[in-house]
DNA sequence: TATTAACACGAAACCGTTTTCGTAGTTTTT
DNA sequence: AAAAACTACGAAAACGGTTTCGTGTTAATA
């Protein structure tokens, strides 16, 4: 079991000092060209590779960036992660990544388990309760300490930081309309407690695409489903309302949904058509298959790497702060088998 | 922005040295009641926390664990890294992830960023690629110098370490015990090139239970599909090879056959019946529901993630070796729709 | 009262780098 | 030939902790 070979090792070998050996390594114009290849040669006939956690605490910065979501068994999370981590590592970062399991508790635990020291900036999605609690102490507490923070999807106005965000209501308005120019009328909306800014948001747009097409929203058109997974009150829901579409904000009302109108009979998507949120495994695969919202995560990631690897590397060089963005990433409708194109 | 206070700022601030300091806030018994009291009073009203890589650095170990897999949006490597997260945080560890995304190249890249000093042990899963060169000489130089490595569900014999595996050839045999007894004759078996031990392992079972139940293998029911989603095949093969049942050795294998099938108007279960491995979103939420092999995702990673941080334990405070292990876990057949009781 | 033990704390080494600064020895300049 | 300027390298501080060991004070023992 050959341990890790260290400056120290090389410099004692070769005689020399640890300085000359750091300086021939990195190339210096300090050192000879004789110890620079003696030195070099030695070091790669012993696969030297420094030591990053000496290098962290020397340089004062990690290359690694903490992920906190709130889910990791799901679709739109995953892809983001996927994004974050291809930009990440092809600019030489790690990425740690922590599950807030959409705990408020847990989100903190584990802010405060990265913020001493391991990384060099946050990116992450709000978990279920710390919107519901609205308190972003732990946010600002890290803000506070000067550690770069970006914000995706699930985000607060509370706290001045780069954020990453979808143009929900936008295309939430668009899904509707298009609904509506296909003859819909009756047009339901599967939502989830609208602590979500997420969900707030899919519901302004549903809204604003009825009123500006002339048709006043029916409150009873609009469901409600609790934060698990408690979908019975859905059969009756599309029974009683006389429903012809139904929008939904994630892939697995939408899929639901659609099976229970299936049970019943009803055709899709001539009696009743269907778009729901995230452009998944499940959309793809469902039988019709279901036009779905994709949100893009995997560039939404990308985006949220670079914003916060911009920022770490401007602050190690320049003083000058760069202002807070946010940036808007733009959905696309994809059309499947469960509308009426 | 308030910078993070140190030991040094502590020891200046209350005329004390640093040592003092660290061992007051250890509640060293070396330390005088009133000077641990004030030194801990000042900490905690300047939130003190000991900066992580400082720590890792004197203490030569992370608390970071290294996770390596293919993929990250797929069902199954996505329970397996809940399940080692889960486990790792409640134990104080912190886990760094990076994808292979089925590459050799990129797998050997991230091993070595994380093989400096980032990390006490890895975790990982081999990329398609690795198998398939069947070259571990990156496993080997890690495990030669000493870090503990864990590998799970894709695994190799030319590597000595603890692994974590599914019973693949005993769940499909069962699995497809169970389509014979339903009175299935003609069992199709869609598969990935065998370089994949996994699905070697998972048509050892399939043809064992063929022979083990009196009905000879008949290689034309055996379909090999390509690395990336190139399935144009299935349609043909079902239809030349008068097949009754097919058992995929993934999800989307699965769906997607039972799609074609449903397509051409063949009856779920009566005419043709279907079991795919993982228990995803994919067959939850399929019409008919999709009898499925459950891999218990979190429970592998659970087990991985003690077993690593077992050894690394172990490692820390004595020289005695630990023999190597391979936890085998059980998995399970959900049975749903798509499949005859 | 002299000796020993217990107590409370500080100095310093150490983990593995990076980087500043000082200085022999050589070369160039005048 | 003396002064100035390079060249090539080493010593040492620093990053922020942990830990061993030494020591001055006080309390207990003989």
Chains 1, 2 share one sequence.
Not at 206 to 221: F, H, M, P, Q, W
Request: charged share 25%; glycine share 6%.
């Amino acid at each position: 079991m050959r341990r890790k070979i260290t400056l120290k090792d090389i410099a004692r070998e070769l005689e020399v000092s640890i300085s000359t050996v750091s300086k021939a390594l990195k190339n210096s114009a300090e050192i000879g060209r004789d110890t620079k290849e003696k030195v070099q040669a030695f070091a790669k006939l012993y696969n030297y590779k420094p030591n990053n956690i000496a290098v962290s605490l020397k340089n004062k910065h990690t290359k690694n960036i903490g992920v906190i979501i709130p889910d990791i068994v799901h679709y739109f999370f995953t892809t983001v992660f996927r994004g974050i981590e291809k930009y990440a590592n092809s600019h030489g970062y790690n990425v740690i990544i922590c599950v807030s399991d959409e705990s408020f508790d847990k989100e903190v635990i584990n802010m405060e388990m990265l913020a001493n020291g391991s990384i060099d900036g946050f990116i992450m999605a709000l978990s279920g309760e710390t919107q519901l609690k609205n308190d972003f102490s732990h946010l600002r507490e890290v803000t506070d300490q000067g550690i770069p923070l970006v914000l995706f999807d699930r985000v607060t106005d509370e706290i001045q930081c780069d954020k990453v965000i979808l143009n929900d209501t936008e295309i939430t308005h668009q899904a509707i309309t298009k609904m509506i120019k296909s003859g819909k009328r009756r047009i339901g909306l599967l939502t989830t407690e609208n602590f979500f800014n997420v969900s707030t948001d899919r519901e302004a747009g549903y809204r604003k695409a009825l009123t500006d097409n002339g048709i006043s929203v029916d409150e009873n058109l609009i469901l409600t489903l609790p934060f698990n997974e408690e979908i019975d009150a859905i059969g009756p829901f599309i029974d009683n309302n006389d429903i012809d579409a139904i929008f939904a904000v994630n892939e697995i009302f939408a899929i639901h949904a659609m099976g229970i109108a299936q049970g019943k009979g009803i055709k899709v998507p001539e009696e009743i058509s269907f778009i729901g949120f995230t452009d998944g495994w499940l959309s793809r695969y469902a039988s019709p298959g279901l036009t779905s919202i994709a949100q893009h995560g995997d560039q939404m990631g990308e985006i949220a790497a670079k914003m916060l690897i911009d920022r770490v590397e401007e602050e190690l060089k320049s003083e000058i702060e760069i202002p807070f963005r946010t940036e808007i990433v733009k959905a696309s409708i994809v059309e499947r088998e469960s509308t009426i194109n």
